[in-house]
């Protein structure tokens, strides 16, 4: 395994200071399973103003559909071969067809009755209690052994920046036989691995990264929580790897509220960056598939400009998948280690 990096610089006149020669430095960084570059550059300070939430959240419960008074009346159901019931529920968090699906086993789950919940007011307990639903989900599933009940997956879009078209605390839940990219490039370059190295990659990428501890942050349970080498988001992506399981149905409960806790120091410690959106998706294996480590992907998201909403999404990572971040993730992980101790 390999962490390689190309740096590079560029040299600009400064107007303001008579010619002044100024060098800015970059760097451009390879994932070491699928050699996938993301770009360090644009250096700031991590940090951002906290919109006023009150205004943004006013007046959207009115019209949303995962609300107490709609969610029972609004959302679709299930086909009975699927779920009996038509839609699943625990607490008061309640499990229903996604409406605008992306794949033919799609759902939504809501995280409680609640509209608006802050970032740091999202419990261990409501995260847990959410992904066990989804667990409940994906077993039925496999009960009924599905075709399409291969890759069980959890996505998560936290307030509008992350992509989240409501306020409403949600999960996205869904089962596909079709591995989406950057899964599948894992798939793929972790089988090769395994078969060159007849090792696991996560295995010793855990390994290597707690020896030199520049990148890593701690462990809930069994799960190792690190910086991604090569990051996907403006300010890092943390990685956490379940050891010894593959696939999400080889996480126990015990799991699920070691996540949670993690989940939830990320959230103490971006949220005083200023930071009040993020995406979290799980990455799976089928369970026969030795050569992959289950692990989620953590990954705050937040403005170019904020006073214009400006995405921190543009052409590069749109058009060309190349990824900024703007910090090195070494010092993002020294922002968030205390959280970890
Ligand atoms: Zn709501």
């Not at 989804?134 to 075709?147: G, I, N, Q, V, Y």
């Not at 996540?259 to 995406?279: C, E, H, P, Q």
């Not at 705050?300 to 090195?328: H, K, S, V, W």
Request: charged share 20%; aromatic share 10%; hydrophobic share 40%.
């Amino acid at each position: 395994m390999q962490f390689k990096a190309q740096r590079k610089e560029t040299v600009v006149l400064n107007p303001l200071k008579d010619m002044a020669q100024r060098s800015i430095p970059s760097e451009i960084r390879e994932d070491p399973l699928t050699g996938r570059t993301a770009r360090i550059c644009h250096f700031m300070k991590l940090q951002w103003e906290k919109p006023d939430f009150e205004a943004m959240v006013a007046g959207t419960e009115k019209t949303c559909p995962f609300c107490a008074d709609k969610v029972m009346k609004v959302t679709p159901c299930f086909p009975p071969e699927l779920v009996p019931e038509g839609r699943m529920t625990v607490d008061d968090m309640v499990l229903f067809p996604n409406i605008a699906p992306y794949d033919s086993l799609g759902a939504v789950a809501t995280m409680g009755a609640r509209h608006y919940t802050p970032m740091l007011e999202v419990t261990t307990g409501r995260m847990t209690k959410a992904f066990g639903l989804a667990m409940d989900f994906f077993k039925r599933l496999e009960t009924l052994s599905h075709p399409e009940s291969v890759y069980h997956l959890i996505n998560w879009n936290f307030m509008p920046p992350s992509g989240s078209s409501l306020i409403h605390t949600h999960l996205q839940v869904f089962a596909t036989s079709s591995a989406p990219n950057l899964m599948r490039e894992e798939l793929n370059a972790a089988r090769t691995y395994t078969e060159s190295n007849q090792t696991n990659y996560w295995d010793d990428l855990v390994s290597l990264e707690k020896e030199t501890g520049e990148r890593y942050l701690g462990r809930t349970g069994r799960i190792d929580w690190l910086l991604s080498y090569a990051p996907l988001g403006v300010a890092g992506d943390v990685l956490a790897i379940v050891d010894g399981v593959s696939s999400t149905m080889g996480l126990t409960d015990t799991d699920l509220a070691d996540i949670s806790t993690g989940l939830a120091r990320l959230m103490k410690a971006y949220d005083r960056m200023g930071i009040y959106s993020f995406n979290m998706n799980f990455f799976t294996g089928r369970p026969s598939d030795d050569f992959y480590r289950f692990h989620l992907l953590f990954s705050p998201r937040t403005f170019f400009n904020q006073a214009l909403g400006t995405p921190d999404i543009g052409a590069l990572r749109n058009l060309f998948n190349e990824t900024l971040c703007m910090a090195f993730p070494e010092d993002i992980t020294r922002m968030l280690k205390p959280e970890f101790e």
